[in-house]
């Protein structure tokens, strides 16, 4: 049988044990250590001893855990937020034929809704890798106004470089038209997004493939507008050139041609202020979704119909004060007046809103306003009804710390369309107060 090694710290006694032992066989002075002297001096540094090599081996190991690369799971990191929102009708009768396709609060019978519950996964799995998954707890499921988990986003960032200046993400992922699409609605004052820009992509996210390029130091400033509370929309780049389905978030394609869509949009300082401008543009064939009215189902062209859009973006970044203005018009899917077809017409609106950003400490308070008009059809709608919008906000958002957004925002409705049924009625002089509770994790 093969003998066991020594330790190493029982090696090292030898030594010690020797040199005691002579000591303890000689004669000594009176000023001479005694035999239990040594031993306790001999612990103390046989203890010594170990703590230095155990403090090595600790300093061995935290070495090899740098050497060795890194898992991709352990990169992944997870945040989001809720919002909780309750809205109140007033000031007709008919209040509850008052329809706003993205606001799901805004009815007779509704108490309280869960509008978003966001869980959102990333990360940088590679250098040139990176990877988003955005859950909602609260998405409407097949129409309803039921609540549901939903997939928002999944898609991937590839770098063509290790600066990541150029990129191509590719997946499902936001639509690049309109700075205020882009814009996360938990960065975002108003409620919901204006319909004149969020009709050209409801959901706002679609299937495709994105290039974008921005230079480094401008990354930078995109990221800079939305970790100091500037409200940006995210860095979307410079310049961005892509396809998409076209046809909506989670929704399959249907006539297998890709919308094309381009994008410019840069940030800058001028006197002192961050103030972006940017343009976009996209084309393409939709196909509507149809059911009969007065036993007639309205028809359309084979390939879908034409739907093309072109917008214009400005925005000043709240230094305390901000501005935000945006404008689109173009063609899209509407139907006929007389109900029994869809084809393509015109289609314009925009919004503007002013706001003022007051800070003490971590409290942030932020009144604002916002106008808004749209005209033309609304293609998520079935049978792409015409619409007509013309809305005016007044709102206020206090922030007692980054984590929590109270926000209460009075809306009065000059005009609106109910797009949900026919006969398509248009209702005028209906007023609204919402409440919304937003926590951030």
């Not at 609060?105 to 940088?124: A, K, Q």
């Not at 040139?128 to 499921?141: H, I, K, P, R, T």
């Not at 009804?385 to 209460?408: I, K, Q």
Request: aromatic residues 10%; proline residues 5%; hydrophobic residues 35%.
């Amino acid at each position: 049988m093969p003998a066991r090694p020594i330790p190493r710290t029982c090696t090292s006694l030898v030594p010690l044990v020797l040199t005691a032992a002579g000591a303890a066989g000689q004669d000594g002075g009176a000023d001479s250590p005694t035999l239990a002297e040594q031993l306790a001096a001999l612990e103390r540094r046989v203890a010594a001893s170990e703590a230095a090599l155990a403090e090595r081996d600790l300093a061995l190991e935290e070495l090899k855990g740098q050497l060795r690369p890194g898992r991709w799971y352990d990169k992944i990191q997870l945040r989001g937020y809720t919002q909780l929102r309750g809205t109140s009708l007033f000031g007709r009768d008919d209040d509850p034929d008052l329809n706003v396709p993205a606001d799901r609060s805004v009815s007779e019978t509704e108490t309280y809704l869960i509008r978003r519950g966001r869980f959102i996964f990333s990360g940088d799995v590679h250098p040139q890798v990176f990877l988003y998954a955005q859950l909602d707890f609260a998405g409407s499921v097949g129409g309803s106004g039921d609540t549901g988990l939903q997939s928002r986003d999944l898609y991937a960032d590839l770098a063509l470089d290790p600066e990541r200046e150029h990129r191509f993400r590719v997946g499902q992922s936001k639509v690049p038209f309109g700075w205020v699409n882009l814009q996360s609605s938990q960065n975002r004052l108003a409620l919901e997004r204006p319909d004149a820009l969020n009709s050209a992509a409801e959901g706002e996210r679609d299937i495709g493939v994105f290039y974008y390029w921005a230079p480094a130091h401008i990354r930078d400033l995109f990221r800079k507008l939305v970790r100091d509370g500037l409200r940006g929309s995210g860095d979307y780049g410079v310049f961005g050139l892509g396809a998409y389905s076209g046809q909506g978030l989670n929704r399959s394609d249907r006539n297998g041609e890709a919308h094309l869509i381009a994008r410019f949009s840069y940030p800058f300082e001028w006197e002192g202020e961050l103030l972006e401008l940017g343009a976009q543009a996209y084309t393409g064939r939709f196909v509507p979704n149809v059911a009969a009215l007065s036993g007639v189902t309205p028809t359309f062209e084979e390939e879908g119909v034409l739907d093309e859009r072109y917008a214009l973006t400005a925005v000043l970044y709240p230094q305390p004060f901000g501005i935000e203005a945006e404008w689109n018009f173009g063609r899209g899917p509407e139907l006929s007046d007389d109900r029994t077809r869809i084809e393509a017409d015109d289609l314009e609106g925009g919004y503007v809103l002013l706001n003022y950003q007051t800070r003490r400490g971590e409290t942030v308070w932020t009144p604002f306003v916002r106008y808004s008009t749209f005209s033309g059809g609304r293609k998520f709608g079935t049978n792409a009804p015409a619409s007509e919008v013309e809305e005016l906000d007044l709102g206020l958002e206090w922030s007692p710390h980054p984590n929590v957004e109270l926000t209460l925002m009075y809306t009065h409705t000059f005009e609106r369309t109910n797009t949900r049924t026919a006969p398509y009625d248009t209702l005028e002089g209906v007023d609204r107060l919402a409440l919304q509770l937003q926590f951030n994790y």
